[in-house]
């Protein structure tokens, strides 16, 4: 919030008694367009955007909450004068934090230890690029000149906005459920931007899922059905399902998975905030071991809570045409023949598979992190929404090849009661008749249909979040 204005207005307020007050007087003559004396929102947003850089909807709208004192809707020059004083001690408490020894610079072993503390690992060669960014004197270290003035016109206010280029976003789905929990800001959670988020994720994950629906369920065919026949391909799958039930039998089992997004992704969350608090003292940062462990434990926590409709999902998509009507059939019929241990099938392979994924994510997106500062961050520690994509997709799909076998035996353990002759084996049953029939390939059968659904799992459900982020009116980061 205010990141922009904070970087544009909060240097030219650093040293008021050292600079003429018309420095405040220009810049407030830019923002007035029209001359009338004071600046609205439209006025606002049109001459930053003439400056290059233009202002989320809610930064516009905490400007005018925080700054008109007399609720007129505009800001008049002694609003914006005391609006740039208040949020100066801001400014100069952001330089402060970072400068460890209090020497008046920051230097590249302050960052590193900055970063540290709030749960972000680099090297010393990566501190440095950083500050190249904003040393320009070439003296390696960073003053409050230096600060200020690198900051007028760069969206970035404070080291901590590094970590946030680097936050995986919530509107990647790739149709898992076994992804770590995105972190929010306190600002965040006070101005409701957590929920916007999470609203705007779940609407993209729906539509994701729903887009790559027939893959997911060849996948699923392939992981319960493949060790009949050796033929069954990606060509012969699509043509055997299609023959079975016709095109709409391609999206068999979706509406469970997509129903299933909103009760796991608010029990995640919900676990994912409490185990952090247990985890973590007052006041300390979250850093990746943290992390890792709580959005772990709320995903089995999760996991727990939705796992019959994962069975339902299954069920349905090896079902038969006419087999069951929808989901609440699907259920009861379960629940008659089977009793309600049959909901929890799979149960144990897929809580293990929690760890696995969100331990090689983690490590694969950080290396891929490290790797792109020491070779491609020049004048921005910015990556770009491209290589965020791919660091992104990249890390979930070898998280996803890691606990693919634990994934392939739960799916064959929920759908081992519809498997005409199968023989109802545990975990480790099945996994040693998978390898003495299959050999170790068995163990991935399904995993290039999976692994197709990435790519457009992950670029739908970025174009839709984006835009569901605009809708409604979530700042951008």
Same mark, same amino acid.
């Given at each position: 919030? =205010?990141?922009?204005?904070? /970087? ?33 929102? &439209?006025?606002? %947003? ?43 001690? *801001?400014?100069? !408490? @952001?330089?402060?934090? =970072? ?32 500050? *190249? ?16 003035? #690198? ?48 609203? $705007? ?21 392939? *992981? ?25 039998? !391609? ?22 905030? *409490? ?19 709580? /959005?772990?434990?709320? /995903? ?43 909901? #929890?099938?799979? #149960? ?13 994510? !983690?490590?694969?997106?950080?290396? =891929? ?28 799909? &070898? ?14 353990? %929920?759908?081992? @009661?519809?498997?005409?002759? $199968? @023989?109802? =084996?545990?975990?480790? /049953? !099945? ?30 459900? #970025? ?15």
């Amino acid at each position: 919030m =205010l990141r922009w204005l904070l /970087g544009v207005v909060l240097p030219a307020a650093a040293c008021q008694d050292a600079e003429p007050p018309t420095r405040y007087e220009t810049l407030f003559h830019k923002l007035d367009r029209n001359g009338d004396g004071v600046v609205d929102i &439209c006025e606002l %947003q049109e001459g930053l955007k003439s400056l290059g850089i233009p202002l989320g909807q809610d930064a516009e709208e905490k400007i005018f909450t925080t700054g008109d004192v007399n609720k007129d809707g505009k800001l008049d020059f002694e609003e914006f004068m005391k609006y740039l004083k208040d949020h100066e001690k *801001q400014m100069k !408490l @952001a330089f402060k934090s =970072l400068d460890k020894n209090n020497d008046g610079k920051i230097e590249a072993s302050e960052i590193v230890q900055s970063l540290q503390i709030l749960g972000l690992t680099i090297s010393k060669q990566q501190a440095e690029l950083i500050l *190249q960014s904003i040393d320009a004197d070439g003296t390696m270290t960073v003053d409050w000149n230096e600060w200020r003035d #690198y900051f007028l016109f760069n969206p970035v206010t404070d080291i901590e906005e590094i970590i946030r280029f680097w936050k995986h976003s919530t509107g990647i789905d790739i149709g898992d459920s076994l992804t770590v929990p995105d972190e929010f800001t306190e600002d965040e959670k006070k101005s409701g931007q957590w929920w916007r988020q999470l609203l $705007a994720g779940g609407v993209a994950g729906a539509v994701s899922r729903t887009s790559t629906a027939p893959l997911d369920r060849l996948k699923v065919m392939m *992981q319960v059905h493949g060790s009949k026949s050796e033929k069954m391909n990606i060509y012969g799958g699509f043509r055997q399902m299609v023959k079975e039930g016709g095109i709409r039998s !391609l999206w068999r089992g979706n509406g469970t998975n997509v129903i299933k997004i909103a009760p796991e992704t608010a029990v995640k969350f919900w676990a994912y905030e *409490q185990y952090k608090k247990l985890l973590t003292e007052e006041g300390q940062k979250v850093g990746t071991f943290e992390r890792f462990v709580s /959005g772990s434990m709320a /995903g089995a926590t999760a996991q727990t809570l939705i796992y019959p409709m994962e069975v339902l999902k299954t069920r349905l998509a090896v079902g038969k045409t006419g087999q069951y009507s929808g989901m609440f059939d699907c259920a009861k019929k379960i629940l008659k023949h089977e009793g309600m241990g049959a909901f #929890y099938k799979g #149960y144990v392979p897929n809580l293990l598979g929690i760890i696995p994924y969100a331990g090689i994510d !983690l490590a694969v997106y950080e290396l =891929l992190k490290s790797h792109w500062l020491d070779n491609f961050a020049k004048d921005s520690v910015n990556p770009g929404v491209v290589v965020l994509l791919g660091c992104g997709a990249l890390s979930s799909t &070898c998280g996803q090849l890691a606990s693919y076998p634990l994934a392939l035996v739960r799916t064959r353990m %929920q759908a081992q @009661a519809m498997v005409e002759g $199968a @023989a109802q =084996l545990n975990m480790v /049953g !099945l996994f040693r008749r998978i390898i003495s029939k299959e050999g170790i390939p068995g163990l991935y059968r399904g995993i290039t249909p999976n692994f197709m659904k990435v790519l457009p799992a992950v670029g739908i459900s #970025y174009v839709v979040y984006e835009n569901m982020r605009q809708t409604l009116g979530v700042t951008q980061k």
